[in-house]
């Protein structure tokens, strides 16, 4: 069964950046495409970014230039790094793995 698990998560002012991070377990791991999602309140959850196992990448509009999405087969685990924060990106991120969904971590970017 696989397991995911964010962490990272903060209050963070306009400007500031975050590192999120998210352990995977599981055999298939360096297989699967990893992604970030994110869900603010009163929202639908949306798609932040995505890495495939060769490690192409996908981005949200909203977040280009701004977010990048990495990975560490080795570790079996899949980052997030956020710059350049705006009061819009605060939500919950949940990492999710072939269906499987971490708990989150809440991001909330205010002055």
Do not use: H
Request: charge should be positive.
């Amino acid at each position: 069964q696989v397991q995911l698990v964010e962490s990272g998560g903060g209050l963070v002012q306009p400007g500031g950046s975050l590192r999120l991070s998210c352990a995977a377990s599981g055999t298939f791991f360096r297989f699967a495409t990893m992604a970030w999602y994110r869900q603010a309140p009163g929202k639908q959850r949306e798609l932040v970014a995505a890495i495939a196992n060769e490690e192409s990448t996908t981005y949200a509009d909203s977040v280009k230039d701004r977010f990048t999405i990495s990975r560490d087969n080795a570790k079996a685990m899949v980052f997030l790094r956020m710059n350049n924060l705006k009061t819009e990106d605060t939500a919950v991120y949940y990492c999710t793995m072939a269906g499987n969904w971490g708990k989150g971590t809440q991001v909330t970017v205010s002055s």
